[in-house]
């Protein structure tokens, strides 16, 4: 394992606490603005989340890869469904994509490991 995704997700989330205290008007409409992004439409909420989780690789977002592969397996999102937008991320963003491809798909289990049911 080289990242520990779901605490760099729990980390994050604090420091994005401190700005939302910082700048609450720009904080609150960002939300908005996630919440009708990602809201179901002609695309489902799943398949958005892939999609943001493939942006997050192209643009190589450590925080965005954390958030988007969480919110993928809270989603529904099957491991062949990362791969394969991992698949697209990766022709799109060319080699540095396949390193960050191989980053989410690492986070993705490590978040899909926490939902799993225990023996």
């Known amino acids: 394992m080289h990242k520990d995704w779901p605490q760099m997700a729990k980390e994050l989330s604090g420091a994005i606490k401190q700005v939302r205290l910082g700048a609450p008007d720009v904080m609150k409409?960002?939300?908005a603005m996630a919440s009708a992004a990602t809201a179901n439409?002609?695309?489902?909420s799943k398949t958005k989340e892939l999609i943001?989780?493939?942006i997050a690789v192209a643009i190589r977002c450590d925080g965005c890869v954390a958030f988007h592969a969480q919110a993928a397996v809270r989603h529904g999102a099957s491991r062949?469904?990362?791969?394969d937008a991992m698949g697209?991320?990766?022709y799109m963003g060319a080699g540095?994509?396949?390193?960050y491809a191989a980053q989410a798909v690492e986070a993705y289990d490590q978040f899909a490991a926490d939902q799993a049911p225990s023996a």
């Open 29 to 31: 409409n960002f939300s």
């Open 41 to 44: 439409g002609a695309l489902d």
């Open 52 to 54: 943001a989780l493939g």
């Open 80 to 83: 062949e469904e990362v791969m």
């Open 88 to 90: 697209l991320a990766i």
């Open 96 to 99: 540095p994509s396949l390193m």
